[in-house]
């Protein structure tokens, strides 16, 4: 069983800039896929970035193409969402997740983090 724990949540401006990361531990992480996901409050949780285990193959919700970018170092086992222009609404927890395949992590992920808070100020 792989465990993740998210850091680098806070408060930014619009337009501001952060760097999530999520730590794994326990089982090996090099054969998973990982992903973001983030759920504002009143609304349900919403896929927003995938990494496929080698890292070639991302893929990303409209809403945050061009601004946020999805990576992994397998040697740190830790998964990165860059975050960048940053608006309103991209306000959320955010959750790191793993899955088995690029597809799996998409859509129903094996493992979860516990979230860390981004909020962006207008």
């Known amino acids: 069983q792989v465990q993740l724990v998210e850091s680098g949540g806070g408060l930014v401006q619009a337009g501001g800039s952060l760097r999530l990361s999520c730590a794994a531990s326990?089982?090996?992480?090099?054969?998973?896929?990982m992903g973001w996901f983030r759920q504002a409050p009143g609304k349900e949780r919403e896929f927003v970035a995938a990494?496929?285990?080698?890292?070639?193959?991302?893929y990303y919700v409209d809403s945050v193409k061009g601004r946020f970018t999805i990576s992994k170092d397998n040697a740190k086992n830790t998964v990165y969402l860059q975050m960048n222009s940053l608006k309103p609404e991209d306000t959320a927890v955010y959750y790191c997740?793993?899955?088995?395949?690029?597809?799996?992590?998409?859509?129903?992920?094996?493992?979860w983090g516990q979230g860390t808070l981004v909020t962006v100020s207008s």
């Open positions: 997740a793993a899955g088995t395949s690029i597809a799996t992590v998409a859509t129903s992920p094996n493992t």
């Open positions: 326990g089982r090996t992480f090099s054969p998973y896929a």
């Open positions: 990494i496929s285990w080698g890292g070639s193959r991302q």
